[in-house]
């Protein structure tokens, strides 16, 4: 699971030209969105497309996008238990 929180981590400043961060300084725990890294709507549905293209994982149930999205910690566990 490291190993894919590290490479989240890395898409994620990647897919949002985040050039000056490092995955070092995105905590597993820290909220995406908002009071966190500071991501927004636009940025979701770009790590949508990174679930989908990436990971090959649907976000089946739109309702819970927030809650998966909250962190890399729960995108990885999410990703872990659809891909199970």
């Known amino acids: 699971m490291r190993k894919l929180m590290d490479t989240l981590k890395q898409e994620i400043i990647e ?11 995105i905590e597993d725990e820290m909220p995406l ?8 709507s ?5 790590m949508i497309v990174i679930l989908e293209k990436k990971h090959g994982v649907k976000l089946e149930n739109p309702d819970e996008g927030k809650d998966i999205m909250h962190s890399v910690k729960t995108l ?4 872990t238990q659809q891909q199970a």
């Open 42 to 46: 636009i940025d979701a549905l770009s």
């Open 76 to 79: 990885a566990e999410y990703i």
């Open 15 to 25: 897919e949002m030209h985040l050039e000056d961060m490092e995955i070092e300084d």
């Open 33 to 40: 969105f908002v009071e966190g890294l500071g991501l927004d």
